[in-house]
C-alpha cells in the first residue's frame, strides 16, 4: 500500500510546493562529492510567499 503514494513538501501557508530548504552539505570522502543532510530542515523558503516559511509533509496518491 504504501508504494501507491508519494511525499511531497508543501509550504504550510499557501499550500505551493515551491518551497527550498537550506541544508547542510557534506563531504564523502567514499564517493568523492558534497552529500546533502537529510532533513527535516530548519529553515526553509517558499517561492510563492516570497519568505520564509514551514515546509509539511504530506501524502498523495501516485
Ligand atoms: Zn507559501
Redesign the pocket.
Known amino acids: 500500500m504504501a508504494d501507491d503514494t508519494v511525499k511531497t513538501m508543501v509550504?504550510?501557508?499557501?499550500?505551493?510546493e515551491?518551497?527550498k530548504s537550506d541544508a547542510w552539505a557534506v563531504w564523502s570522502v567514499p564517493d568523492q562529492k558534497w552529500e546533502l543532510e537529510g532533513g527535516p530542515y530548519q529553515f526553509s523558503y517558499?517561492?510563492?510567499?516570497d519568505?520564509e516559511?514551514r515546509v509539511e509533509e504530506r501524502q498523495e496518491a501516485r
Open positions: 509550504c504550510a501557508t499557501c499550500g505551493s515551491s518551497v517558499c517561492d510563492d510567499c519568505e516559511c
